[in-house]
T-cell receptor, first 117, second 113 residues
Framework: GAVVSQHPSRVICKSGTSVKIECRSL??????MFWYRQFPKQSLMLMAT?????????EQGVEKDKFLINHASLTLSTLTVTSAHPEDSSFYIC?????????????FGEGSRLTVL | GENVEQHPSTLSVQEGDSAVIKCTYS??????FPWYKQELGKGPQLIID?????GEKKDQRIAVTLNKTAKHFSLHITETQPEDSAVYFC????????????FGGGTRLMVKP
């Protein structure tokens, strides 16, 4: 199947710093990518929908100025957690849609675990 | 919006037994229902999906059934193996797979050898 790569897989940062997470579709082009957040033993919560060449659409309750999303190309979307605080510590996962006929299929990255000290 | 409920939250079975996980959804317009397996520290992996134009789909030991009238769908794993142990998520969306997925709460499956 198609591959979605996330980097870094783990990151530890100090409170107040910014962290950038990359999501790449390695063998297909993705016009749409999704960013999720997952707390321990909980389900995936959609944060935002990233569309290539346009502004991301954020879910209710997600601060767009804190979680900056850029989808500059058909194979790369980035999530920047600005001025990170300990409560931002979480597992962040991206997914990308491979264009296949009418439906396509969503592929998930391996996730990025952020720990803010 | 869509609401997906998943049960049970934890499931323990003996190796070789079957496991069944059930999900209900609220939006009758949803027509795409994927199931994902998530191992510890990893992203979800699609294991099977079903669209609303069929009632059942099978792939080796894994099957999914869909009841559109009752708005529920189920995952069936037969002849379970220890490597099936993971967290399983159901999801629902409208239109195609590029649309937003609403996830169930997850089921932690433990297969005892």
């Amino acid at each position: 199947g198609a591959v979605v790569s996330q980097h870094p897989s783990r990151v530890i940062c100090k409170s107040g710093t910014s962290v950038k997470i990359e999501c790449r579709s390695l063998d297909f082009q993705a016009t749409t990518m999704f960013w999720y957040r997952q707390f321990p033993k909980q389900s995936l919560m959609l944060m935002a929908t990233s569309n290539e060449g346009s502004k991301a659409t954020y879910e209710q309750g997600v601060e767009k100025d804190k979680f900056l999303i850029n989808h500059a190309s058909l194979t790369l979307s980035t999530l920047t957690v600005t001025s990170a605080h300990p409560e931002d510590s979480s597992f962040y996962i991206c997914s990308a849609r491979a264009l296949q006929g009418e439906y396509g299929e969503l592929f998930f990255g391996e996730g990025s675990r952020l720990t803010v000290l | 919006g869509e609401n997906v409920e998943q049960h049970p939250s934890t499931l323990s079975v003996q190796e070789g037994d079957s496991a069944v996980i059930k999900c209900t959804y609220s939006d009758s317009a949803s027509n795409y229902f994927p199931w994902y397996k998530q191992e510890l520290g990893k992203g979800p992996q699609l294991i099977i999906d079903i669209r609303s134009n069929v009632g059942e789909k099978k792939d080796q030991r894994i099957a999914v059934t869909l009841n559109k009238t009752a708005k529920h769908f189920s995952l069936h794993i037969t002849e379970t193996q220890p490597e099936d142990s993971a967290v399983y998520f159901c999801a629902a969306s409208k239109g195609n797979a590029g649309n937003m997925l609403t996830f169930g709460g997850g089921t932690r499956l433990m297969v005892k050898p």
